[in-house]
């Protein structure tokens, strides 16, 4: 797998859990946040929104900065555009494969009704 998959896979797999999508929302809403302030928006523990934040992290869609003794999170909004970038050109990827998909279930079911009235006049 190349650098780049790897890459992607990660990303996705990071923005593919809802309660990290969760979590990203917050962020962007509030500007930045501590762990503890996404614990109690969030309906789990903080021991859980801190995995959550590793794995963001490791995706790169969270920076953290230390204010005092807080440890702060921001969205890094230049690895949320790639997701975005990569998830729409992945949908353009399947409304081509459904469109060719559907054209190709139309002239099959247009075969089939002039076979059937060729049948018919045949028979008649």
Not at 8 to 35: F, I, Q, Y
């Amino acid at each position: 797998m190349s650098p780049a998959v790897a890459e992607l896979d990660e990303l996705w797999s990071a923005v593919g859990d809802p309660t990290r999508r969760r979590m990203l929302n917050v962020l962007l809403d509030h500007g930045e946040a501590t762990a503890t302030t996404l614990a109690g928006e969030l309906p789990v523990t903080r021991q859980a929104v801190s995995k959550h934040l590793a794995v963001l992290d490791r995706a790169g869609l969270v920076g953290s900065h230390r204010r005092g003794r807080e440890v702060r999170y921001v969205v890094r909004p230049q690895r949320l555009d790639v997701a975005t970038r990569s998830m729409a050109q992945i949908a353009a990827e399947w409304d081509a494969r459904l469109s060719a998909i559907k054209r190709i279930a139309e002239a099959v079911a247009r075969e089939q009704r002039q076979q059937r009235q060729r049948q018919k006049e045949n028979s008649g």
